[in-house]
């Protein structure tokens, strides 16, 4: 049992999960493959190529625009094998007629299919551009405003704590610790119109 569990890995063989062969890039081949089974148990006059629209359709949900435009191509030879396989039912006339009114529509489709997953890629590449823009501006904001702390409000903020622990290491008399008040005062000046000019120019920024 264990032998038998154990061969595939012992080969090398590797399945695909089942969930990988349900995802959009592979989800055209199963609805060619569906479409080409049916195609070929249908006689020649019936719903002849008009289900290979499907794999086209389903090439919406693709990753890239141009797996619309393969998917087209790689149905030309499904396409002939259901014309010279399918049991005989109209006329060879018939089935050819509406075999190539069935392939014009697919490569309509596959055209309208791949204009359309080209429009949303393109968008969606803008969309990211544009969130990388804003985090590089909020990024730069960041080293702006760190800058602005270290460089403007960090000396006056240590001053006043500098200040302040020297006044209550000291005995003074009246004057000398206004005249410190005062530098204290100055300081403390200092950092809140430095606050609000920065605030001013965030809110010019941002509008």
Known sequence: ?????????????????????????????????????????TPNGIADGFLYVAPVLACVWAPAAHYAIYTALGLMLPMILGF?????????????????????LIWLVAI???RKVRERDTTLAALQQQLRDVEHAAELE?????????RDLRPELTMVDWRLNYLSHQR??????????????????RASQSVYGKMIRLRAANT
Do not use: K, Y
């Open 172 to 189: 003074r008399r009246g004057a000398e610790v206004q005249s410190e008040a005062l530098v204290l005062r100055r300081a403390i000046q």
């Open 112 to 114: 309208a299919v791949w």
């Open 84 to 104: 010279v396989w399918s049991p005989d039912g109209a006329s060879v006339e018939v089935a050819a007629i509406t075999r190539c009114i069935a392939l014009t």
């Open 1 to 41: 049992m264990h032998a038998a569990s154990s061969f595939p890995e012992s080969n090398g063989a590797r399945r695909l999960p089942v969930a990988a062969w349900l995802s959009p890039r592979f989800l055209p081949i199963l609805a060619a493959a569906a479409a080409f089974l049916i195609d070929l148990n």
């Open 142 to 150: 960041r080293m702006a405003l760190s800058d602005w702390l270290c």
